[in-house]
């Protein structure tokens, strides 16, 4: 079945560590992003990325990173830079900037 | 930029009628979304319209659209204690990105 799988779906981060989170997609979509939830403030988008080997920031993007250099994958990287990580991050994929398609989400807490 | 807003809560009794409104800035606006959210899951996209109709009807959702107040609404019709979750309003237009709405959490009463 085609779909989005964000794993792990529970991550621990200690301080000072980078943890990163995985999104892979079989839709061949070629858009993918990552959005932040925190309670009563919706979604935040973090990055974007609309090709392989391109990404952009989106609002929120001090303390993350990406990659794509997979049409598949869009990992996300936590670094030690954000001080606030505690949130639910999702991932999600689309043919163009429609009818977004998300994964099932990770929970980041910290220790 | 874009802005899209919407009420955080709404609660009715099972059978009732649901409508879920939402408000957005961006005039250029193509598509307009409704996803639904349950507890520790992702978002499901639940139905679209696009920014040249009026109307859309699905079984028991039906979406209405007043471009020019910029106001979307999302009747369920027969709410059922499933449809209990938190329910996203979105736009996509001119800035090649999708804007969510804060969501609004439906509370079917039994």
């Known amino acids: 079945d085609g779909g989005i799988t964000q794993s792990p779906k529970y991550l621990f981060r200690k301080e000072g560590q980078n943890v990163t989170l995985s999104c892979e997609q079989n839709?061949?979509?070629?858009?993918m992003y990552w959005y932040r939830q925190d309670p009563g403030q919706g979604l935040r988008l973090i990055y974007y990325?609309?090709?392989?080997?391109?990404?952009q920031k989106g609002d929120i993007a001090e303390g993350y990173s990406v990659s794509r250099e997979k049409k598949e994958s869009f990992p996300l990287t936590v670094t030690s830079a954000q001080k606030n990580p505690t949130a639910f991050y999702l991932c999600?994929?689309?043919?163009?900037?429609?009818?977004?398609?998300f994964g099932s989400g990770t929970q980041l807490s910290v220790l | 930029g874009e802005d899209v807003e919407q009420s955080l809560f709404l609660s009715v009794r099972e059978g009732d009628s649901s409508v879920i409104n939402c408000t957005y800035t961006?005039?250029?606006?193509?598509?307009l979304y409704w996803y639904k959210q349950e507890p520790g899951a992702g978002l499901q996209l639940l139905t679209y319209i696009f920014s040249n109709m009026d109307m859309k009807q699905d079984q028991r959702l039906t979406v209405l659209l007043n471009k020019k107040d910029k106001h979307l609404s999302l009747r369920i019709a027969d709410t059922q204690t499933g449809d209990s979750a938190i329910y996203f309003c979105?736009?996509?237009?001119?800035?090649?990105?999708?804007?969510f709405g804060i969501g609004t959490k439906l509370q079917v009463i039994p």
């Open positions: 979105a736009e996509s237009g001119s800035y090649q990105k999708v804007t």
């Open positions: 839709l061949n979509h070629d858009a």
């Open positions: 961006d005039s250029s606006s193509t598509y």
């Open positions: 990325s609309q090709i392989v080997n391109d990404f």
């Open positions: 999600a994929s689309s043919i163009r900037a429609e009818k977004l398609f």
